[in-house]
């Protein structure tokens, strides 16, 4: 042991000074490359939105003549593209709102709470890893397997339309309906993603306050408001990123759900798959703006919190 | 066997002492028993069973049920109950207009008939194109990239949150930009290509290239995240395993395949598995390529027939078959890759 510490020392101030001069030997040739490859890399993942961006403000004779990535001429340029995906798409948004931001509380919430269940309280660990096992299976099934039954769930066994007749008579469509049953349905598959990242975060809590406050004869309940819950914070902002911009984009279960773009609760994905298509032909233009427009929320969310949703999507 | 005898005995029979000696502990539990039914009887016996539930399960096990069951049961439902329930409706003649399948008869019909429809054969072989290119394509690109990144470069936030960024949009939005740049006259792939004398290609049309013009459009989506899973596994490695290769006068590329590259087979899992589910739900990108549910010609997968047959044609039993065939692949990725977490603890 005492003779081989010496040895270890040694080594490691050589190859300090080794990987020191190899940085500035190389500092030249290797590191122009790696930076060249990183920003065509870049080049590569950004051309298509930048080229996006900028046909969606060009009329169409400039589609026609200019570059696909490169800027309109002034006399090429034109805001009524983004008029016209404003004026479809608007509705939409507000109808994606009114089920993505519930179905993203509620879902954290309880993804939170099943969570500590399964984590910090004592219970057999096989028996916990089997509850688990299924929770998280639950995160990669494909939702194919499940829209028939779907379907018919929300068609003939709990015909919310039928229930909630009181509130149509308040004049709302009760196509509406179809936004409830997507917060209900978006809750349920997104319970096992959010116990998931939940469980991770709340496996590395330190356990002894817990235990000591436990040991006081506090119940889990109020272990959970009272230290696990304050705790939750960062994770919180983790899966209320990941789970806000999954249901956003989502389009099956609005497809199923809610089915046909024209009706009024009708979300912002819905109406976007079927904008710009017509009889004459695509149109681009009008395509890219609404395309960017329905990605508004998303891309706001994504370079306010990179940090959170690049956790959220490597946990 | 007689182990599990003696614990279930014990499970029943709730004793004061469980170190004590079987028989002075049944000794007491029986005058206790007698004592407390005589009392209050109701009362012990949910002390009982709770305390047998306690043993059997863990201290806090009915205490912990009530944050974890009721979610449980909830996604339970929506899950595995609709999934059984799915294979139920696959058994059935179920379609068109009629308000509900029929179970009364029950047979493999659906699954017979895939079997002689040529159109499932070839969404199948997609299926499994896609799923094994688009996977073993983006892991690729994926690692490059993080090794890259980790060479201690500047401006590596900027460089990662760039090639992360397409992840944040609905596949819904990624298909506009992909049907631009796969447009015949405008697009910018073609031009790309003609810049090298190459082309026009008809990316979309073209039946034998379609499929890879939209892996290549996800791959491009996905790459991100494979990369920020490797920069999390490449982080990981500790540093003196660097050193040691360099000292060992090993070269850059080889340093990496010997050394690096096979301590990430845990992260290489964990991503793959993610994006082979990625793969299955590309329906959500075919569907908004043409805002219909009938794909490209030569693009057509297990995830669009299904919807296509269910939801455009009716043909609701059919669909749930082919549904079952689309979970029972899911299921040959996740089932492995849940026993092999479970092994390492990990989950």
């Known amino acids: 042991m005492s003779d081989a510490e010496p040895r270890t020392d040694g080594g490691a101030t050589a190859t300090t000074t080794a990987r020191l001069r190899r940085k500035v030997d190389r500092l030249t040739v290797e590191d122009v490359g790696l930076y060249v490859v990183l920003a065509l890399a870049a080049a590569f993942y950004l051309v298509p939105i930048e080229s996006g961006l900028v046909t969606s403000f060009k009329t169409g004779t400039a589609i026609i003549e200019t570059a696909p990535f490169a800027p309109p001429g002034p006399s090429g340029l034109t805001f009524e593209k983004w008029r016209t995906a404003i004026d479809v798409l608007l509705r939409g948004m507000g109808n994606s709102l009114l089920y993505a931001v519930p179905a993203t509380v509620i879902s954290a919430f309880v993804g939170s709470i099943t969570a500590y269940g399964l984590t910090i309280p004592t219970w057999k660990k096989s028996y916990k890893a089997v509850v688990l096992m299924l929770i998280i299976a639950g995160i990669f099934i494909p939702y194919q397997a499940v829209l028939v039954p779907l379907t018919q769930f929300w068609s003939q066994w709990a015909q919310l339309t039928d229930l909630l007749s009181f509130v149509w008579a308040l004049g709302i469509p009760n196509d509406y309906v179809g936004i409830i049953e997507l917060v209900i349905t978006h809750v349920a598959y997104g319970i096992p993603i959010c116990t998931l990242l939940f469980r991770t975060y709340y496996k590395t809590m330190s356990d002894e306050m817990i235990e000591s406050a436990r040991l006081d004869g506090a119940t889990l309940r109020r272990v959970y408001r009272r230290i696990v819950l304050p705790l939750s914070g960062p994770m919180f902002a983790v899966v209320l990123i990941y789970q806000f911009t999954q249901i956003w984009n989502d389009l099956l279960f609005t497809l199923v759900l809610v089915s046909t773009e024209s009706s009024p609760a009708a979300p912002v994905v819905l109406i976007l798959a079927g904008l710009g298509t017509s009889m004459e032909g695509q149109d681009f233009a009008l395509r890219m703006a609404g395309a960017f427009f329905a990605a508004l929320p998303t891309l706001a969310v994504y370079i306010f919190f990179g940090e959170e949703f690049a956790e959220g999507v490597a946990a | ?347």
Not at chain 2, 58 to 75: K, Q, Y
Not at chain 2, 229 to 258: C, Q
Not at chain 2, 278 to 288: E, N, R, T, W
Not at chain 2, 322 to 339: D, E, N, Q, T
């Open chain 2, 1 to 347: 066997m007689l182990d599990f005898y003696r614990r279930l005995y014990r499970t029943i029979r709730p004793s004061s002492g469980d170190d004590d000696g079987e028989v002075r502990a049944d000794g007491g539990v029986v005058s206790d028993g007698a004592a407390g039914s005589a009392a209050e009887p109701e009362r012990d016996l949910v002390a009982r069973i709770k305390s047998a539930l306690d043993r059997r399960f863990g201290s806090d096990f009915i205490e912990s049920s009530v944050f974890w069951l009721p979610p449980f049961l909830l996604m339970g439902l929506f899950v595995y109950g609709a999934v059984i329930w799915n294979l139920l409706i696959s058994l059935t003649d179920y379609e068109r207009f009629a308000n509900a399948p029929d179970y009364s008869n029950l047979d493999f019909e659906m699954y017979t008939r895939a079997l002689a429809d040529s159109g499932f054969i070839d969404a199948a072989i997609n299926t499994l194109i896609l799923l094994v290119a688009f996977t073993a394509g983006t892991l690729a690109v994926g690692l490059v990239l993080a090794i890259l990144i980790d060479r201690g470069i500047r401006f590596e936030n900027t460089f990662r949150t760039i090639y992360l960024l397409p992840m944040s949009l609905s596949f819904v939005v990624t298909a506009q930009f992909w049907l631009w740049i796969y447009n015949y006259n405008n697009g910018i792939a073609n031009s790309v290509i003609g810049t090298f004398g190459l082309g026009p290609v008809s990316w979309l049309g073209n039946q034998e290239i379609v499929l890879y013009a939209v892996i290549f459009a996800l791959m491009w989506q996905f790459s991100g995240y494979a990369m920020v899973v490797y920069l999390a596994g490449l982080r990981a490695i500790p540093t003196e395993h660097y050193e040691a290769a360099k000292v060992d006068g090993a070269s850059t590329l080889k340093m990496y395949w010997r050394v690096i590259i096979p301590q990430l087979k845990g992260a290489t899992i964990s991503a793959a598995v993610v994006l082979m589910v990625f793969g299955m739900k590309a329906f959500d990108f075919l569907y908004s390529l043409v805002g219909g549910y009938r794909p490209p010609n030569g693009a057509d997968i297990l995830a669009t027939k299904m919807v296509r047959e269910a939801y455009a044609n009716l043909n609701w039993a059919y669909g749930s078959a082919i549904a079952i065939v689309l979970f029972g692949m899911a299921l040959s990725v996740i089932g492995p890759y849940l026993v092999y977490e479970y092994r390492r603890d990990n989950l």
